[in-house]
Nanobody, 125 residues
């Protein structure tokens, strides 16, 4: 059974930082594109960042570019999201996801086959 488990969420003041981790029990982790998405109350799940299987080609939503960094450690089967200069509008449940069928990277939720349960990030003003 594939599991993706996020950790590292919490409450932080605006301007602060948080680091999210996602540990995967996915056999094909090292050949899977990985992504982070977020969902704020009353809104659809939105793309945040994605990274290719090798760790190259990181790509970000415009709203987080320059503030967030996605990375991965294939030996540990873990993907990370470093979030700096957080803003209240970053408040959401953050999900990691795996896309083993994708060649390269993807921003499309439909391309991701496995999802974590999510971790809450709350940024106070």
């Amino acid at each position: 059974q594939v599991q993706l488990v996020e950790s590292g969420g919490g409450l932080v003041q605006a301007g602060g930082s948080l680091s999210l981790s996602c540990a995967a029990s996915l056999r094909t982790f090292s050949s899977s594109a990985m992504g982070w998405f977020r969902q704020a109350p009353g809104k659809e799940r939105a793309f945040v960042a994605t990274i290719s299987k090798s760790g190259g080609s990181p790509y970000y939503a415009d709203s987080v570019k320059g503030r967030f960094t996605i990375s991965r450690d294939n030996a540990k089967k873990t993907v990370y999201l470093q979030m700096n200069t957080l803003k209240p509008e970053d408040t959401a449940v953050y999900y990691c996801a795996a896309a083993p069928r994708v060649i390269g990277i993807s921003t499309n939720t439909r391309h991701y086959d496995y999802w974590g349960q999510g971790t809450q990030v709350t940024v106070s003003s």
